[in-house]
């Protein structure tokens, strides 16, 4: 079964309106795009779309209540519930520093949840 997608690229300012027409598996038609750039956007976005991820974690004994946290890679769409469901359950207890790895391999995805700024211990 063929699955026709619009794709806005934001590889650049142009914003190009892509066409793809997928079988789930491969691409069977792209259409619109301007560059390079934006086939392979499109490709990733219709067969394998990911995300970055930036959220907060709650810290203790913290002189502040939140610490900011983002994935060091891309999360797969379709893992950014579960991903944000264990992050939820999650708290750490200062100090903290920026770009400590918060959570190792979050929901196996081999993708780690990084702190992104520095919290002392009150």
Excluded: H
Excluded at 20 to 31: A, F, Q, R, S, V
Excluded at 47 to 63: F, H
Excluded at 71 to 83: A, T, W
């Amino acid at each position: 079964m063929q699955n026709e997608q619009k794709i806005t690229c934001i590889v650049c300012p142009i914003g190009c309106k892509i066409i793809i027409i997928t079988d789930g598996k491969e691409i069977k038609k792209l259409d619109g795009s301007k560059c390079k750039r934006g086939v392979e956007y499109a490709k990733n976005e219709a067969l394998d779309p990911r995300r970055m991820l930036t959220t907060s974690i709650r810290v203790i004994d913290g002189d502040w209540p939140l610490i900011c946290v983002k994935s060091d890679k891309p999360i797969p769409k379709n893992k950014l519930f579960k991903v944000l469901d264990e992050i939820k359950r999650k708290s750490i207890t200062a100090p903290v520093e920026n770009g400590e790895i918060i959570i190792n391999n979050i929901a196996n995805t081999g993708i780690n949840i990084c702190a992104t700024k520095t919290v002392k211990k009150i």
